[in-house]
């Protein structure tokens, strides 16, 4: 969801003008861009307290991509629907990634890859680790 409202992002700001582009766009593109980026990293991390930071700087991330979209809409940059159907996809994901059950589904990802990895490895080595 967080991947295809960046290229959605992406395909507003490129038809600005360069000024728009230069001060509002990259910002927005940049911040938009890397809610999908810190999900994806925070779910490769090994460790479940890495994971949730990286959700939280998401969440941060979707906070900063509807202040930046808002600023544009106030200098009438896109268009009133797609500001509108923006801001309701910002606030979906936010509500998916902000709530208790996702972070336990990091959680829970991130523990099963701690078991099968101190069960060993491909090399029959057997590998220690406080969980």
């Known amino acids: 969801m967080s991947m295809e409202l960046g ?11 360069y000024f728009a582009k230069d001060t509002i766009g990259k910002q927005l593109v940049r911040s938009m861009d890397s809610v ?5 990293e925070g779910y490769g991390r090994f460790h479940f307290k890495e994971a949730k ?3 939280y700087y998401s969440r941060g991330s979707l906070y900063e991509s509807k202040t930046w979209l808002t600023k544009a ?6 268009d009133e629907e797609t500001y509108v159907e923006m801001i ?6 936010i509500h998916n ?5 996702f972070i336990k589904c990091i959680y829970y990802h991130v ?15 057997k590998n220690t680790y406080r969980l």
């Open 7 to 17: 290229e959605e992002v992406w395909k507003l700001v490129k038809d600005w003008d």
């Open 36 to 40: 999908a980026a810190n999900l994806s």
């Open 53 to 55: 930071n990286f959700s």
């Open 73 to 78: 809409k106030n200098r009438n940059l896109p």
């Open 88 to 93: 309701k996809s910002i606030d979906d994901i």
């Open 97 to 101: 990634v902000n709530p208790q059950p």
């Open 111 to 125: 523990f099963m890859i701690m078991i099968q990895y101190a069960k060993g490895n491909d090399s029959g080595k």
